[in-house]
């Protein structure tokens, strides 16, 4: 591609509406532009990195025995309402009528649609199992569209469904999709974890994220340094016991007068203790009532784990009001004793004794509180993982990275083919209800999550494989016959050769043009230069390492397709 004949209009300073690395980048090296608030148009520059994401998606898919096919995105009401997320789903469906006045969405996930025709299309059970797939434009009306690529309104999506005659072959799909997940991110150069993940609101039991690690990334990813064990933080297992037997500290629970002081770090600071030696209650409120919930005062709770001991998937942090009903106190001053909603506490509180606790009184705590002065219904992993904490599976230690979630696995169950009845008829003509799985990535949001990996401040540094070309080579005297023709002959020979090469031929500056090559993140360089020309050299510079090597001109080529090839 020559460089003057492009459409790529890039930006010399930092776009002021752009937040993250990635759309900042993303906006000056031409690959998108905003035309409304989460909707971008994609440039060519762009789009040759989405292509390349959807490329290794799709082959990575068809080998693990997927089928691509292609769905509306226009989507009617109707397939939504026999599951019940026509309403579940919110504002965040964009809900649209036809000139008939006939309900439709523009369609955020696609579980609905692909079961809609499996179940009209699937009979016995020797169609089964299947995987269904497409790369597909979603649109999801967040309140707060942010980011770029990265939380868009409307982005692309591959999205898979699985459907098998059981859960031992529904289990067999998700684990053939992670491998293929594996692959997918290794082929596109990323540094990723796969973590155990909460389901959220699709549902199923069997779920994980594909995290791609960035220093900037939303997510918090708890990581084992001895095994493969990673989640998200909101999942992230906390291995303890649960005491056998409680300790007694041979104490009276006694009041102490805390005036003002309601944070555990005031509270602490007031009396002369560890938070270590502080129970802290907090009141939850769900569909099933309110509940007190006890961790230790350095300890945070983790909602997730609560609604899952308690069964309450609507268990919210109760609201002061609530709070001061409960307790007769304001926050800050709730405390187990005498308390009239069930209690649950997390493993560590099990092994405490002659702790202080809030008095539900305004400006009161308890202190020499032990477990046999209330009554717990349950102990269970309640806390939120810490740097340091042993790993659930091997005893390792516990650390934190950050992440962008790229892609989710999930296994479904029969949630969305119960609802539908999609059904098959088995060996004995008896009918069964479809196991399913459902597979998701953010094509744009890779490509995002791989700048925000993959940069410094001089702009883009493209991993190989998603690379918008591989090869940017630089003529730095056009208007010279002698550089011309060489820098000529180089691209032509590239071109033959099937690189993707950016021939930045245009009567610019030198400076400007190694600006534009450093931004674009192209991962090589061949510049051709006057001097060089005489000495009969070129320069090759990788945009990772920054190494650079003089080499002669009619090697240029050789050694261009050796280092992409030792890169790919
Ligand atoms: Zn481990």
Known sequence: MRYSKYF????????????????????????????????????????????????????EMNRAGAHELFMPSILPAE???????????????LRIRDRHGREFCYGPTHEEIFTDLVRRDIRS??????????????????????????????FSMKDAYSFDRDRTGAEESYRVMREAYTA??????????????????????LSQEFMVLAETGEDSVVSCDGCDYAANLEMAEVKGEVSGSFADSGQDPEKVDTPGQKTVQEVTDFLGISPINLVKTIIMNGDKGAVGVLVRGDHEVNPVKVRRLVDDETLELAEPELVQKVT????????????????????????????VTGGNAADVHMQGVDLSDFIVKAFG???????????????????????????????????????????YLDESGAEQVIEMGCYGIG?????????????????????VPIAPFTVALLSLDPGKEEVHAVAEAIYDDLIQMGVEVLFDEREERPGVKFNDADLLGIPL???????????????????????????????????????????S
């Open 525 to 567: 360089r061949v510049t051709v230069g006057g001097r060089g020309v005489k000495e009969g050299v070129a320069e090759i510079k990788e945009r990772a390492t920054g190494e650079e090597q003089k080499v002669p001109i009619e090697k240029v080529v050789e050694i261009v397709k050796e280092m992409i090839d030792a890169r």
């Open 8 to 59: 790529l209009p890039t930006l010399r300073e930092v776009p002021a509406d752009a937040e993250v690395t990635s759309h900042q980048l993303m906006l000056r090296s031409g690959m998108v532009r905003r035309i409304a608030a989460g909707i971008y148009d994609i440039l060519p520059m762009g789009l040759r990195v989405i292509r390349k994401v959807e490329n290794i998606i799709r082959e």
């Open 381 to 423: 992993d309640l806390r939120e993982a810490v740097q340091g904490d042993p790993c659930p599976r091997c005893g390792g230690s516990l650390t934190f990275l950050r992440g962008i979630e790229v892609g989710h696995i999930f296994y479904l169950g029969t949630k969305y083919s119960e609802a539908m009845k999609a059904h």
């Open 328 to 355: 007769g106190a304001p926050v800050g001053f709730a405390g187990p004793l005498e308390l009239d909603i069930p209690l649950y506490a997390d493993n560590a509180v099990s092994h405490m004794s002659g702790f």
């Open 125 to 154: 059970y020797r169609q089964l199992p299947q995987n269904l797939y497409q790369i597909q434009t979603k649109f999801r009306d967040e309140v707060r569209p942010r980011f770029g690529l990265m939380r868009g309104r409307e």
């Open 184 to 205: 997918i991110f290794k082929r596109c150069g990323l540094q990723f974890r796969a973590v155990e993940a909460d389901s959220g609101k699709i549902g199923g039991s």
């Open 79 to 93: 397939l939504w309402q026999e599951t019940g997320r026509w309403d579940f789903y919110g504002k965040e469906l």
């Open 443 to 463: 094509v744009g949001r890779t490509a995002a999550a791989a700048i925000e990996q993959n940069h410094d401040e001089k702009g883009i540094i493209w991993p």
